[in-house]
T-cell receptor
Framework: NAGVTQTPKFQVLKTGQSMTLQCAQD?????MSWYRQDPGMGLRLIHY???????DQGEVPNGYNVSRSTTEDFPLRLLSAAPSQTSVYFC????????????????FGSGTQLSVL | AQKITQTQPGMFVQEKEAVTLDCTYD???????LFWYKQPSSGEMIFLIY??????QNATEGRYSLNFQKARKSANLVISASQLGDSAMYFC??????????FGAGTRLTVKP
């Protein structure tokens, strides 16, 4: 099973460049999300989606855009990269998107190490 | 406001001993889930254990158990009989009714031979 697939694994950008981190899941999950991981800060939620066509902001959305045109894909766009966006990015998904989906664990991709110079 | 607090940035444990990783949380929602994830040096996030807010019993999964004290809002992870392969970052997380899962800052566990 592929699970959650993220590409690329590594990326180096120059300040001001734009790029898209790809995320795809093959588990027919309704809920998908993007996190960034910085030392000493754990994982912080950037954006999430509870289904195709529906997205919302998390804790740290500034500088990032998302869209959800299909159930499978949830790309994360950096509009104009800044050094502060140097981080490890994780995409994650879970089955439910109901109000009561508190028992659903997240399935994570393998992460993208992004450096912005 | 920080919803998940892990107060131990780093912990050491001797191989074959038990270790407790602390986690406290903050919520006013009666329905929530608590999770622990392991992140080895390779970077992947591995789900370990889950505890629901209405569960009467503490969750257990093999050598992992969750010491759930609801009134104190704590959800400590206990690893019994530590192994060298347990050396990793451990994250506590909570999922409330509106779907978002929030994580603590993590604890780096080092198992000494």
């Amino acid at each position: 099973n592929a699970g959650v697939t993220q590409t690329p694994k590594f990326q180096v950008l120059k300040t001001g460049q734009s790029m898209t981190l790809q995320c795809a899941q093959d588990m027919n999950h309704e809920y998908m999300s993007w996190y960034r991981q910085d030392p000493g800060m754990g994982l912080r939620l950037i954006h999430y989606s509870v289904g195709a066509g529906i997205t919302d902001q998390g804790e740290v959305p500034n500088g990032y855009n998302v869209s959800r045109s299909t159930t499978e894909d949830f790309p994360l766009r950096l509009l104009s990269a800044a050094p502060s966006q140097t981080s490890v990015y994780f995409c994650a998904s879970s089955q439910g998107a109901d109000y009561g989906a508190t028992n659903e664990k997240l399935f994570f991709g393998s992460g993208t190490q992004l450096s912005v110079l | 406001a920080q919803k998940i607090t892990q107060t131990q940035p780093g912990m050491f444990v001797q191989e074959k001993e038990a270790v407790t990783l602390d986690c406290t949380y903050d919520t006013s929602d009666p329905s929530y889930g608590l999770f622990w994830y392991k992140q080895p040096s390779s970077g992947e996030m591995i789900f370990l254990i889950y505890q629901g807010s209405y569960d009467q019993q503490n969750a257990t999964e093999g050598r992992y158990s969750l010491n759930f004290q609801k009134a104190r809002k704590s959800a400590n992870l206990v690893i019994s009989a530590s192994q060298l392969g347990d050396s990793a970052m451990y994250f506590c997380a909570m999922r409330e009714a509106l779907n978002d899962m929030r994580f603590g800052a993590g604890t780096r566990l080092t198992v000494k031979p």
